[in-house]
């Protein structure tokens, strides 16, 4: 029965770990102070870079606070698809048992083709005003 318990436990968080990936890569969020809905992943990048940018040049003037909008952004949204990840696991692991993460990996497969055959980002800091899942990560 212990054994059991462990297994569906591992299942659930290897779900939610899937899950999160798939919300991180792929989900448009808003960025406060510009106009613009980006991956988590695009954000994490522009808060390493903008990061990178005030270590070596200074924090004065507005490299530091927009160093700390896009870390703010990347600790809120972080912390608010983690949760969303594992409610979302709980409940697709009551309704559909094992099935569940298939049906993640299917949803996920095609959330990537829509990104790459579409243009849901829009992106302030790109040569294109909206861009696909390849524009919007490079």
């Not at 591992?10 to 999160?20: D, E, Q, V, Y």
């Not at 530091?64 to 952004?73: A, D, K, R, W």
């Not at 972080?78 to 009551?94: E, S, V, Y």
């Amino acid at each position: 029965m212990r054994t059991e318990n462990r297994s569906t436990a591992g299942r659930r968080s290897a779900l939610a770990w899937a899950i999160f990936a798939g919300l991180a890569v792929l989900a448009p969020l808003p960025i406060a102070i510009f106009d613009g809905l980006v991956p988590l992943a695009r954000l994490l990048l522009l808060a390493v870079v903008s990061s990178l940018v005030a270590i070596t040049e200074g924090s004065g003037g507005p490299v530091g606070l927009i160093t700390l909008v896009f870390i703010g952004h990347v600790v809120v949204y972080t912390t608010t698809l983690a949760i969303a990840a594992r409610l979302i696991a709980a409940a697709l692991q009551r309704i559909l048992a094992d099935r569940a993460m298939p049906v993640v990996l299917l949803a996920i497969a095609m959330a990537i083709v829509f990104a790459l055959a579409t243009t849901p980002y829009s992106t302030p800091f790109a040569p294109l005003p909206h861009s696909n899942l390849v524009g919007v990560l490079s």
